[in-house]
């Protein structure tokens, strides 16, 4: 063999090792930065696997019960194996509840708990939300699974926004009525007093009335639902205002009296009770021995008789 022949046989040969070196450094490289990104995890690689394996396993499982269920699998066979995937660690261990912030977290604790089975498949899901639905502080609720063992709960609560008085005990309720809990008379909220039998159904109504005044709102203490059908309002200085039946014509008897009391007021004077139920009349009711009463330039004033007559 000629020494040229042999030198482009070396040559020839010497390429290949070149390249392979060169694509295991670029694999080193690759694996090292993998690595070095593990190492920065709060978990170990062990227990990724064994958190993804579970959640696959999991979907596949109560997914192949529905299935099961729905080809008419017999019902004891799809539990037996239900109960064969809880035993195998996809059981209820733990409920993480979240959105609460008035209403007592034990309640939704008990609801979600409460089961035939621990076993992740044999948890109804819509059962559960369709129990904490029936507790009144509960406007929404979301339950989900997160495998392998634990519940989701996000709680949508109702806001207080009243006290009801009826027969003598009070509940907290919200704008549309609904009943959150009963509450004794030393715990009540600063929120308005509403009394009367279904007066918490118009609380929704009544907030859209003390609109047509805002100004008198702040001053609003209570209101009495009357036969069914008006309003008596309460204020903060004592007077009650008589206001007729119907919305529009409650809500026009309102913006006069706002009006009247802008200009005179009327409120924290002393006076008893308004009664604008007949359109046509403003009646005040005073405490008896009620005289004359320094009017608002500071000059003396008549205090409107029990059968005065407003004027504008």
Same mark, same amino acid.
Not at 45 to 59: P, Q
Not at 66 to 72: D, L, M, Q, R, Y
Not at 112 to 121: G, K
């Given at each position: 063999m000629s020494r040229g022949a042999q030198s482009s046989r070396i040559k020839r040969g010497?390429?290949?090792?070149?390249?392979?070196?060169?694509?295991?450094?670029?694999?080193?490289r690759k694996r090292s930065l993998i690595d070095r990104a593990m190492d920065h995890l709060p978990v170990s690689?062990?227990?990724?696997?064994?958190? /993804?394996?579970?959640?696959?396993?999991?979907?596949v499982a109560i997914g192949g019960v529905?299935?099961?269920?729905?080809?008419?699998v017999p019902q004891a066979a799809g539990v037996g194996v239900a109960e064969a995937i809880g035993r195998?660690?996809?059981?209820?261990?733990?409920?993480?509840?979240t959105g609460i912030d008035r209403m007592e977290r034990l309640t939704v604790y008990a609801i /979600?708990?409460?089961?035939?089975?621990?076993?992740?498949?044999l948890v109804d899901l819509d059962k559960v939300r369709d129990r904490l639905l029936d507790y009144g502080w509960i406007a929404d609720a979301r339950v989900s699974r997160r495998l392998p063992d634990t519940l989701?709960?996000?709680?949508?609560?109702?806001?207080?926004? /009243?006290?009801?008085?009826?027969?003598?005990?009070?509940?907290?309720?919200?704008?549309?009525?609904?009943?959150?809990?009963?509450? /004794?008379?030393?715990?009540?909220?600063?929120?308005?007093?509403?009394?009367?039998p279904d007066a918490n159904r118009q609380i929704a109504g009544l907030n859209e009335l003390m609109k047509a005044a805002p100004a008198l709102d702040p001053m609003l203490a209570g209101a009495t639902w009357v036969g069914n059908r008006r309003w008596d309002l309460r204020f903060q200085s004592g007077e009650v205002l008589a206001l007729p039946q119907g919305e529009k014509e409650a809500a026009a008897a309102l913006v006069r009296f706002a009006r009247m009391d802008g200009m005179d007021r009327l409120l924290g004077r002393g006076f008893v009770r308004f009664d604008m139920r007949d359109p046509a009349k403003?009646?005040?009711r005073v405490p008896r021995g009620m005289g004359r009463k320094p009017a608002a330039n500071g000059e003396g004033a008549d205090a409107p008789t029990a059968a005065e007559r407003a004027e504008g």
């Open positions: 010497g390429s290949p090792r070149k390249t392979v070196k060169k694509s295991n450094s670029r694999a080193l690689v062990a227990t990724l696997r064994r958190i /993804a394996t579970g959640a696959i396993v999991g979907t529905a299935v099961a269920s729905a080809f008419g195998a660690g996809f059981e209820v261990e733990r409920v993480e509840v /979600a708990l409460d089961q035939h089975s621990m076993a992740m498949p989701l709960v996000d709680i949508v609560e109702r806001t207080p926004s /009243a006290v009801w008085q009826n027969n003598q005990t009070l509940w907290l309720v919200d704008a549309e009525g609904v009943v959150l809990e009963q509450i /004794a008379l030393d715990e009540m909220p600063d929120l308005p007093l509403v009394i009367g403003f009646v005040v």
